[in-house]
Structures are given as C-alpha cells and as structure tokens.
C-alpha cells in the first residue's frame, strides 16, 4: 500500500450520503455443471477474442498500438501458461530474504489522470517474473540528493499479473508532500529504482473464504486489484466478491476500465459499488462518503459463514471504517464502522 496523505477527509464515513444509492445483486443465471470448464472457456474465448480484435489496430504500429500489443501478448501467454500448467517455474527478480535490494530500470511511463501514472520497470532478465504472491507488496527506496537526507523507502502494491515475464507496472499517486510519489513523477525512462521485496501480506489460496468484501479509497485500490486477479484468473476458485471503492471525482477513480471489465465478465460472483465526493450530474452511484449505511446494505453480514473484509485507503478512511495498522506486522485493534456493524477482528484485514 502506498503512503497515504490524510488531505482533505474525502472519507468522512459520519457524513450522510447525498443520494440514495442503488443496491445490485449478484447476477442469477445458472452456473455451468463444470465451472472449471465454463471458466476455461471463457478464458480462451477472451484471449481468442483479443487476440483477433487487435489484429487490425496492431497494423498501424503507434507506440499506443505497441504497448497494446505487449500487454494483449503477456495475457494470451500468462493464460496459456495458467491453462496448460506452464514449463517448469519461472525465474524469480525478487525473492526476498537476504536478497537485498535490486536495481530495476524504468522502461515507460503513462499519464493515467491528473495525480496518477502508470510506470513500467525492466525485470533483470526477460524471462523472469516478479517474484510476487498474493497478497504481497515491494519496498522502493532512493537516496535524495542532499547529503545528509536518509533514504526514502515506500511500499507499493505493484498491479502488473504475477506471471508476466519481463517488467513489473506500478500505478502511483502523486501527493504534494510525498517524496517518494514526487520522485517516481519526476522520473524519466532509463533511470533507475531501487526495490526489495516481495513483503507478504495476506497469503490467499483458492476458496480460502466463500465470500470477501474490498472496502477501498483512492490507491487503496492496488491490493484489492492484485487479489481480483488471483481470484478471478483461477478458474478453481469461486469466492463471491464484492467491492466498495471511494473517490474525490471520477477521474480519480484507478483501474476503472479494469473492474467494469471484471464485472461484466464475472457478474454472478462480482459485484462493484462507486461512490463519489464530487461526483458530476449524470453520476447513478452513491454520493457523499463511504458510510455506514452504505456498507450495512452491500457487504456480507458477519453472522454469514466464512467472510473476510479488506480495507485499504487514507489514514482517515482507516480510521473511520476500521482503525489504522499499528505497524506492517500489528494489525491493530478493530474500530470504526465494521465494528460497530459486528464484524470481529479475525474477520477483517488492513492492507
């Protein structure tokens, strides 16, 4: 998770929502009497399509039509390799221990919005992965220029899938008094980051609970993207998912195109609900803050057999929905809204 900078408090989970929101359900459609299968195919017949889709937009060879081409390229090989159970294990960048710190090149970066981009780092070697599992983060660190300064170290969530070969995509928030933020926006391809890792959080298995709840703000975002993709890639698991995702404006919201993409390919076990401080006339989602209301009515009552509910976001969004980590190691005692809602301490974790 990255450092978040308590700004101006655009999770007030005490003020009300501005409008009644619209509460989904999960789709009804009968699943397939082999859902390994019915997942399989789905996962081939989305390469497939991508695949072919792209065929006349790679013709024309823009750097956008390249990176577009990478990115189609690792998902059909990343699902191949998933599909058919690969060649053996890949070689790992980063496997933590005594390793210490590696030094990995900036390859590009893209403008996501306004505060955010979009940076992709050089693994070692081409064929290497990350070396990341699920739930895991890495630690970056540069050294300031002023001689008597202390190097900065921040985690990061990186978003790029576990089994791509070559690079690892971090998404960053810029905040105005956030040194780490503020050097990575500075940074140009071909300069370099130092990074450790992988740092574990929650390890995940397939079906380790029937259903999980992401309560997320802003960049909190990352860690509930990285879990998604684990559930949602593995065709043997079947966990219900449900997320609340906050956010000043729509164009802060991250990964936006990614989780209606989610959804609409998953919707009898995925289901989003927006919500917005500053949202734009035409908004449908909820208004205001991520509330208690809000959360009574869509998340999974605690009294429900094996449930678990993630949180990641601001200090005072932590704060409010259900008390911040004492350090990486202690996750602190349960407050906020998912106590008073009647969740219990083993049943919620902070990323």
Not at 175 to 184: A, I, K, N, R, V
Not at 267 to 293: H, I, M, Q, S
Request: aromatic share 8%; hydrophobic share 35%.
């Amino acid at each position: 998770m990255s450092l978040f900078v308590a700004s101006r408090s655009a999770f007030r989970a005490a003020a009300p929502l501005k409008r009644q929101f619209q509460v989904r359900r999960f789709a009804t459609e009968p699943p397939s009497a082999d859902p390994k299968k019915s997942n399989n195919a789905l996962l081939y017949g989305a390469v497939a399509a991508a695949l072919a889709g792209a065929g006349y937009f790679f013709t024309r060879k823009t750097p956008h039509a390249q990176k577009a081409e990478e990115t189609v390229k690792d998902a059909a090989g990343a699902a191949a390799e998933k599909l058919t159970g690969g060649g053996g294990e890949a070689k790992k960048a980063l496997t933590g221990g005594d390793q210490g710190w590696v030094s990995l090149k900036l390859e590009d970066v893209e403008v996501v919005n306004h505060n955010s981009k979009r940076f992709r780092f050089r693994l070692p070697e081409d064929d290497m992965v990350s070396g990341l599992h699920v739930a895991s983060a890495i630690l970056t660190k540069f050294k300031p220029t002023n001689p008597d300064a202390k190097p900065v170290i921040r985690p990061y969530t990186p978003i790029s899938d576990e089994d791509a070969r070559g690079h690892l995509d971090l998404l960053v928030k810029k905040y105005p008094d956030g040194p780490m933020s503020t050097h990575l926006h500075d940074m140009a391809p071909g300069q370099r980051l130092d990074v450790k890792g992988p740092i574990p959080k929650y390890p995940w298995q397939a079906n380790k609970h029937k259903h999980v709840a992401l309560v997320a703000g802003g960049t909190g975002i990352t860690p509930m993207w990285q879990l998604c993709r684990a559930i949602f890639s593995n065709p043997d698991d079947q966990t219900k998912v449900t997320l609340v995702f906050g956010n000043v404006s729509e164009e802060d919201m991250l990964l936006k195109k990614e989780l209606a993409e989610l959804e609409n390919r998953n919707p009898r076990r995925f289901r989003a609900f927006y919500v917005l401080d500053n949202p734009p006339k035409e908004w449908t989602g909820a208004r205001g803050f991520v509330g208690k209301e809000l959360l009574k009515t869509v998340l999974p009552e605690p009294k429900e057999a094996d449930i678990k509910v993630f949180v990641c976001g601001p200090p005072g969004m932590m704060d409010s929905i259900s008390g911040n980590k004492k350090s990486p190691k202690d996750q602190g005692e349960l407050k906020g809204i998912l106590k008073e809602l009647g969740y219990t301490e083993e049943q919620v974790y902070k990323f």
